[in-house]
């Protein structure tokens, strides 16, 4: 469901983000803003974020859900893709255009709070948190063009992120006594 969130979020807050969906065997839908070519299976970021952040709060309910109509057992694989000029960068680290800026983001499911304690002592870091799927945007522009800048939000963010996996990683583990 994570995986659903954070790729709802990406779509509805950034305007060069698409969204695949898909199981091992075959192509469900796509995410993306209209105009929305027709004969394919798509949906635009907006619908779609209300349909995950729906499901969410039945799945935190407990109730069990599939995803157009895969077996409850196999979860949907979810790709994330950028339009040309942008990166999708290793552990799902992006760099976009957005105006005379890049920004540079990841999204996690830690709430704002833990995200800032994650990030104390690198500068320019900002946080978004989408209340309807639960998902925080952490985030670090600079110019366009600006390699140098750019390479250090990556590096200052990569830390950050590490220190957000490992949160996350720690919430996952059973308590121990």
């Known amino acids: 469901m994570v995986a659903l969130r954070t790729a709802a979020t990406l779509a509805y807050a950034l305007p060069s983000v698409r969204i695949r969906v898909g199981s091992a065997d075959r192509f469900l839908v796509e995410v993306r803003r209209p105009p929305l070519?027709?004969?394919?299976?798509?949906?635009?970021?907006?619908?779609?974020?209300?349909?995950v952040a729906a499901a969410h709060e039945r799945w935190s309910a407990g109730e069990r859900l599939t995803f157009l109509g895969l077996p409850a057992d196999r979860p949907p694989t979810v790709e994330t893709l950028v339009d040309e000029g942008d990166l999708a960068l290793?552990?799902?680290?992006?760099?976009?255009?957005?105006?005379?800026?890049?920004?540079?983001?990841?999204?996690?499911?830690?709430?704002?709070?833990?995200?800032?304690?994650?990030?104390?002592?690198t500068g320019g870091v900002g946080f978004h948190r989408d209340v309807a799927t639960d998902i925080t945007l952490v985030h670090r522009a600079c110019a366009a063009g600006d390699l140098v800048a750019s390479h250090q939000a990556i590096d200052d963010l990569v830390g950050v992120l590490g220190r957000c996996l490992t949160e996350e990683l720690a919430d996952s583990l059973p308590a121990t006594r």
């Not at 070519?37 to 349909?51: E, H, V």
């Not at 976009?96 to 990030?119: E, M, Q, Y």
């Open 37 to 51: 070519p027709p004969g394919l299976p798509l949906i635009a970021p907006c619908p779609f974020r209300r349909t």
């Open 90 to 121: 290793p552990a799902d680290l992006y760099r976009v255009a957005l105006g005379t800026d890049w920004l540079h983001l990841f999204a996690t499911a830690l709430p704002v709070k833990r995200c800032r304690s994650a990030a104390a002592g």
